[in-house]
């Protein structure tokens, strides 16, 4: 019996470390939106969740976010791609930390601390694209390293009045 048990154990390690994808997390899914998301970085996974996805097109909705950083945070920089039938359509970037310049309370953390943020996120947004697509975001660091990574998939179907 101890050694089906142990065998069945090495199994699943050996499961885990064979794997080389986090699962897919849903952060949203109403009838119009869905929004679900995957780390790419093969190391980290972390945390993210809203209550409606509806209050995502209003200025302001709240979020819950958690990780523990595997590298510190003195600058912060975040580069989103959206990504339609495998091809990049638009891309962004901006600087979130910098000695002087913090646009997050988590600036500054270092390696090994936990990041936990609930509270209020404000995106600029007046409507989320419609169709099926990709966000990829990508946070790195001073030292160029990957702080988080995730692909997001977006499926809207809301129509939008004014």
């Given at each position: ?16 470390n ?50 523990v ?36 309370i ?23 694209p ?33």
């Amino acid at each position: 019996m101890k050694t089906s048990n142990a065998l069945l154990f090495i199994l699943v390690l050996l499961y885990i470390n064979a794997s080389t994808e986090w699962p897919t997390h849903t952060v949203c899914k109403e009838d119009n939106l869905e929004i679900y998301y995957k780390s790419c970085d093969p190391q980290q996974d972390f945390a993210l969740s809203i209550d409606h996805c509806s209050d995502i097109v209003t200025h302001t909705f709240d979020i819950r976010a958690a990780m523990v950083l595997r590298h510190s945070i003195e600058e912060l920089y975040v580069k989103l791609d959206m990504i339609i039938n495998g091809k990049t359509i638009l891309t962004y970037s901006e600087t979130l930390c910098k000695p002087g310049h913090n646009k997050l309370i988590f600036c500054g953390k270092k390696k090994g601390e936990h990041l936990y943020y609930e509270g209020p996120v404000t995106l600029g947004l007046k409507e989320i694209p419609q169709g099926d697509y990709t966000l990829s975001a990508k946070l790195t660091n001073q030292d160029h390293v990957i702080v988080a990574c995730a692909e997001f998939t977006v499926k809207n179907n809301l129509d939008y009045y004014y």
